[in-house]
């Protein structure tokens, strides 16, 4: 009956289980026939697996190791069950064949299921033996997808790794579970982006295409029988697991990107987030807290690109579902980020419209040009005057964020809190100059003199404490464009009269 199975055979374990397959199977007919079965003794399970072997797979101490402990039975010592799972996990790490992993998983759920594996430590060879074969998984589909991306191809969507992967998970406890699959999620996502990158073509979140969607969705699947709170903690272990590997601990200001440049650590740390937004759990909360830390984390480490990215990807929709009061500070700090990024779109759309209308615009076009103008003061004064301060919080004596044993981004509760403080101050003290010049400068930049000059009462008026925000250099460039705008302010007035300034042509000129 093996003859043809082994005829196509091509490794030890395919061998092996030819041989055993057939002897089993021939038990079984004998005794439905009411024939004598016999016994098969470990001398015998040796001599097949031994016959299996090529002579270069050196294979036959191990196989006898195993046979050996496996003869003990269920009464076996403690100490030689674990002997035997100790054999197992040195097998599933250190070959590098695919076979002897996957062979050494499947002995141990075996071994599992007939209760072989009884105490603690028994139990954690086991979990080792499956972790060490998911990693072997992953490696493997690693290497291939490295392999292509290197040629410049991408690979489709193979679901296999992810549905054994998420299989074997099913037996761990939470803790092995939570590590091996946060992983699994998180090489989903980087493989994801890398394809983007390939291919030019942005996967939505939902989309059945991806990877990481794929992940979530298993995980749904296998795992929603533990319960909402594991699910939820796996997905904000699954974005731990990409901000461990992404965050940097940079030092705050000290990092300067190229101008638009998205770094592909950024993309991964703003990307992560999604998890805590699939159906699986409830992460909206953690979600926004993740978004405003991470914003606060890309402005102040000057990647004001990554935080653009970060807002604008951010579902909207959002903040709207965080009903809980002692989360309404974090709620108005979304909403300041929304309204400082739309300023700087909307000047950014001004400059460009008022650039190309200045070297070859037609008449027509002046008329968008204002528009544009008028929208970019609304958007920088609708930040500057935000409603309760902007990066100010509604609720001082509000203690969030919340604590979510993130140990990726803050330690602690108080931790986090404090420093979200001190981040909210140099926000401010970033945001709100900068908002300031640009609001002049668009002003002067259309010729309304005067209101540039105006920007001054924003900057000395009390109430509004913007003054103490300024540095010693940010504000001297202020009074430079000031004076810059008081002069053409002056300049027009004298136009306007047609005469000459009383000082023209003495020493007290300006140029």
């Not at 939820?232 to 699954?238: E, G, I, V, Y």
């Not at 306007?496 to 009383?502: D, L, N, Q, V």
């Amino acid at each position: 009956v093996e003859e043809p199975v082994l005829a196509v055979a091509e490794s030890f374990e395919e061998r092996a289980w030819a041989r055993v397959a057939a002897v089993v199977n021939c038990r079984m007919a004998k005794g439905v026939a009411g024939e004598d079965v016999g016994e098969v003794g470990d001398a015998d399970l040796v001599h097949w697996l031994t016959m299996s072997q090529d002579e270069d797979e050196g294979l036959a101490r191990d196989v006898q190791n195993v046979m050996k402990y496996l003869a003990l039975g269920m009464d076996a010592a403690p100490e030689a069950r674990h002997s035997l799972l100790e054999i197992i996990l040195c097998e599933t790490r250190k070959n590098s064949e695919e076979w002897l992993p996957r062979f050494g998983a499947h002995l141990a759920i075996l071994l599992r299921t007939v209760d072989y594996i009884a105490d603690e430590e028994g139990w954690k060879l086991y979990e080792k033996i499956i972790e060490a074969y998911t990693q072997k998984l992953l490696h493997h589909a690693q290497m291939e997808e490295e392999k292509a991306l290197r040629s410049g191809f991408s690979i489709p969507l193979r679901p296999s790794t992810y549905d054994l992967v998420a299989t074997y998970c099913t037996a761990l406890g939470d803790a092995a579970l939570t590590r091996i699959y946060s992983e699994l999620v998180k090489t989903a996502l980087l493989s994801d982006l890398k394809q983007e990158t390939v291919t030019n073509i942005e996967l939505p979140r939902d989309s059945p295409k991806s990877r990481r969607n794929l992940c979530l969705a298993k995980a749904e699947e296998c795992f929603a029988g533990r319960g909402e709170p594991f699910m939820n903690q796996l997905l904000s272990s699954c974005v731990d697991r990409v901000w461990t590997e992404c965050l940097e601990d940079i030092e705050i200001a000290e990092r300067q990107l190229g101008a638009g440049s998205v770094s592909e650590n950024d993309e991964a740390l703003i990307r992560s987030i999604e998890f805590l937004l699939h159906p699986a759990g409830k992460g909206e909360n953690e979600a926004l807290e993740r978004c405003c830390f991470l914003t606060r984390r890309f402005v102040l480490g000057r990647r004001e690109s990554s935080a653009s990215a970060l807002i604008q990807w951010f579902p909207h929709d959002v903040p709207g579902t965080v009903t809980e009061p002692s989360l309404i500070n974090l709620r108005h700090e979304y909403d300041c980020w929304e309204a400082y990024f739309s300023a700087l779109d909307a000047y950014q759309q001004w400059q460009e419209m008022a650039l190309a209308f200045s070297v070859g615009g037609e008449p027509g076009d002046s008329a968008a040009v204002e528009k544009s103008r008028i929208d970019c003061v609304n958007a920088i004064n609708a930040a500057l005057l935000f409603e309760s301060g902007w990066m100010e919080d509604i609720d001082p004596t509000d203690e969030s964020p919340a604590d979510h044993g993130s140990a990726a981004w803050s330690s602690t509760r108080v931790e986090r809190v404090e420093a979200r403080r001190g981040e909210l101050e140099r926000a401010r003290a970033v945001g709100i100059p900068r908002l300031l010049v640009l609001l002049h400068d668009v002003h002067h930049g259309s010729g309304l003199f005067g209101d540039a000059v105006r920007v001054a009462e924003l900057v000395a008026d009390p109430g509004l404490g913007f003054a103490d925000l300024f540095s010693a250099d940010e504000l001297g460039g202020l009074m430079r464009r000031l004076k810059g705008s008081m002069l053409e302010l002056a300049e027009d007035a004298v136009r306007e009269k047609e005469t000459t300034r009383p000082y023209s042509g003495t020493l007290f000129e300006e140029y």
